[in-house]
């Protein structure tokens, strides 16, 4: 099966910018398309980003202009640049993998374990 694990999640304040990866083993990773979803306490999981085997790209409405989703199927990852952050955006950020790009969080078959990033002064 294919492998996910996110990495770059840490503290930053409002207005900042982080850096997501997800690092892919397991299974050709350009097969898939991928996506970032996350999910603040108490609330829904909330679809970020998605990004297709051949690099079309989809952003949810509260992060459309600010976030960037991106892939290098050379080194198996995919990214998740983000970009005037607010507070609202703290979350656990997941990484999910599927061989159709889809926005519905359900119907990914490979999740990584999420990355903790917080928005805050």
């Known amino acids: 099966q294919l492998q996910l694990r996110e990495s770059g999640g840490g503290l930053v304040e409002p207005g900042g910018s982080l850096l997501l990866s997800c690092a892919a083993s397991g299974r050709t990773f350009s097969n898939y398309a991928v996506a970032w979803f996350r999910q603040a306490p108490g609330k829904e999981r909330e679809f970020v980003a998605a990004?297709?085997?051949?690099?079309?790209?989809y952003y949810g409405d509260s992060v459309k202009g600010r976030f960037t989703i991106s892939r290098d199927n050379a080194q198996e990852k995919a990214f998740l640049e983000m970009n005037y952050l607010e507070p609202e955006d703290t979350a656990v950020y997941f990484c999910?993998?599927?061989?159709?790009?889809?926005?519905?969080?359900?119907?990914?078959?490979?999740w990584g374990q999420g990355a903790q990033v917080t928005v805050s002064s």
């Open positions: 990004i297709s085997y051949f690099s079309d790209t």
């Open positions: 999910a993998a599927d061989v159709t790009l889809t926005l519905e969080s359900s119907l990914y078959d490979f």
